[in-house]
Nanobody, 116 residues
């Protein structure tokens, strides 16, 4: 069984920063891609950022230049540094881990609220 534990969400004023973490544990084979998604009320879940095992990154246009994704493979952990936060970044943020056998695992979600 695989478990993803997210942390770092909270309430911050516009222009502020937060750092999200997601640690994977349990019976997981080597990890391929790690990523962050978000879902705002009434909207579909969307990709925020992803990072491959080789370090290649991909960002949603709305967060480019403000968010940075990174990973620590020794700890099976992915991070999302979020700077210059905007009210429209308010959402529940989920991490997703894809193993090399193409199994997807999701975290429980962490709330990020940006006040204006």
């Amino acid at each position: 069984q695989v478990r993803l534990v997210e942390s770092g969400g909270g309430v911050v004023q516009a222009g502020g920063s937060l750092r999200l973490s997601c640690a994977a544990s349990g019976s997981i084979s080597r990890i391929n891609t790690m990523g962050w998604y978000r879902q705002a009320p009434g909207k579909q879940r969307e990709l925020v950022a992803s990072i491959t095992s080789g370090g290649s990154t991909n960002y949603a246009d709305s967060v480019k230049g403000r968010f940075t994704i990174s990973r620590d493979d020794a700890k099976n952990t992915v991070y999302l540094q979020m700077n210059s936060l905007k009210p429209e970044d308010t959402a529940v943020y989920y991490c997703k881990v894809t193993s090399i056998s193409w199994n997807d695992y999701w975290g429980q979600g962490t709330q990020v609220t940006v006040s204006s």
